[in-house]
């Protein structure tokens, strides 16, 4: 017990220094307190790969009610002036244990098969060679670029858009809505903040409403496969619950993207050896770096559960309604699921036990979107802009409690080819 608690009476989750660099606090956690409760937040940290897995596993016993709870509790004048704009998130995909669950994820599935995945992928090449020439001329004319605002912030965002069928978006003031909420449900920010954020996430929750309520049945989007959906009664959605099942999809599933491809673009320039063999084209490595990022750093850091009644976890006792934080960075780096866990090893045996996508009823339903929009983006970027290199080893970092990422990753050539350049 005297080991746990010099291992954590410091940990901040909100914490820079914890969000720059955490594995070592992580692996600390595994070790001496894998199921810990923290003061600060009232979270059960729940850190190793097993019982994390266990908890996926068991939705009867760790419900998903408190998926999308937000971690800072929300002023009452800020819950009054969300309620008056109609904000309301009911059960629908990552949050709902109920009998409406499967039903929903099949209508969001059959915008993701593997077959329109892959079609998917023409316009995810020509998005990263926009990006890549746009870097191009940045390069040329400044001598740095900016890989996040470039190639990873928006293409994410338009490729999702075009697989769900929806047209007529402002694409910026999308991402102003999708930051927001990101923040408003998983950041700590302080009451003036929250209302700034609360607004915003109203803004987008109403425009969702307005889209659901002119849907029609039929209509070859998104908007018209919720409005032709019946739940297990055959009563049709209510507006509430069709906005619902777009609110956090349009959000986690291009923002997670994004946060994806910056992370596999800071840690493969950051390797030249890494980067010179994606460059050369090396068959099948750009799909084996992105398996390896997901599960060193996931953009997905962390996900909830809640005890449904008392029970047992890692031979800790906890309480009914005990609310769990489980550390899905920290378990990709378990060594005793994988070995030399703190190394990057692309193509290792058993890459894929990692938990980024989660595991059981929930996994996530774009996991097979992400990877291959990951691995074309790697692999365009590499082998249009071989002589990259990091100008900002430590650059500023999305630091939510569920999501890590770098925010900027600006790139200039490489030494070498300045060299060459001189000559």
Same mark, same amino acid.
């Not at 070790?31 to 059960?44: K, N, S």
């Not at 910026?172 to 998983?186: D, G, H, R, T």
């Not at 803004?203 to 496969?225: I, K, M, S, T």
């Not at 630091?399 to 080819?417: C, E, N």
């Given at each position: ?15 820079? $220094? ?124 400044? $001598? ?169 976890? $890692? ?83 999305? $630091? ?24």
């Amino acid at each position: 017990m005297r080991a746990a608690d010099e291992v954590t009476s410091g940990l901040d989750l909100f914490d820079p $220094g914890f969000v720059a660099r955490p594995d070592e606090p992580l692996a600390s956690l595994r070790e001496h307190a894998p199921v810990h409760h923290d003061p600060r937040t009232g979270l059960w940290l729940v850190s190793r790969h097993s019982d994390i897995r266990a908890v996926l596993a068991a939705p009867e016993t760790f419900h998903p009610d408190n998926a999308l709870t937000a971690v800072t509790p929300l002023p009452v004048p800020t819950l009054r002036m969300l309620a008056g704009a109609g904000f309301a998130l009911p059960p629908t995909l990552a949050n709902n244990g109920t009998d409406s669950h499967t039903g929903l994820r099949r209508v969001v599935a059959s915008f993701l098969t593997p077959a329109r995945v892959q079609h998917a992928m023409e316009l995810t090449s020509r998005l990263a060679a926009d990006g890549v020439e746009r870097a191009r001329q940045e390069l040329a004319e400044n $001598g740095q670029c900016d890989l996040v605002e470039l190639i990873a912030r928006d293409l994410p965002c338009l490729v999702l858009l075009h697989l769900l069928g929806i047209g007529d978006v402002d694409l910026p003031v999308l991402k102003a809505w999708s930051k927001a909420s990101l923040e408003l449900f998983w950041g700590n920010p302080d009451p003036l903040r929250q209302r700034e954020l609360a607004e915003q996430a109203a803004e987008f929750h109403q425009w969702l409403a307005c889209r659901v309520r002119a849907a029609r049945p039929g209509q070859p989007d998104l908007f018209g496969a919720l409005a032709a959906h019946r739940k297990p009664s055959r009563r049709p959605l209510r507006v509430a619950e069709a906005v619902g099942v777009c609110y956090f999809l349009l959000i986690a599933g291009q923002e997670t993207t994004t946060q994806l491809l910056s992370t596999l673009l800071r840690r493969c320039v950051e390797r030249e050896d890494l980067w010179r063999g994606l460059s050369g084209g090396d068959a099948g490595l750009a799909a084996d770096c992105v398996e390896e990022v997901l599960r060193r750093e996931p953009p997905v850091i962390t996900w909830r559960r809640v005890t449904g009644d008392a029970t047992t976890l $890692g031979g800790v006792e906890l309480p009914a309604r005990a609310q769990l934080l489980l550390m899905l960075a920290g378990s990709g780096s378990d060594p005793e699921v994988f070995t030399e866990p703190e190394n990057l090893c692309p193509g290792r045996p058993g890459a894929r036990r990692h938990l980024a996508f989660g595991h059981g009823r929930h996994f996530c339903l774009g996991a097979g979107l992400a990877r291959a929009e990951a691995a074309v983006v790697l692999d365009t970027v590499a082998r249009a802009l071989p002589d990259l290199r990091l100008l900002e080893p430590d650059p500023p970092m999305l $630091g939510l409690l569920s999501f890590r990422a770098p925010t900027r990753l600006l790139v200039g050539h490489s030494r070498a080819y300045g060299r060459v350049q001189a000559r």
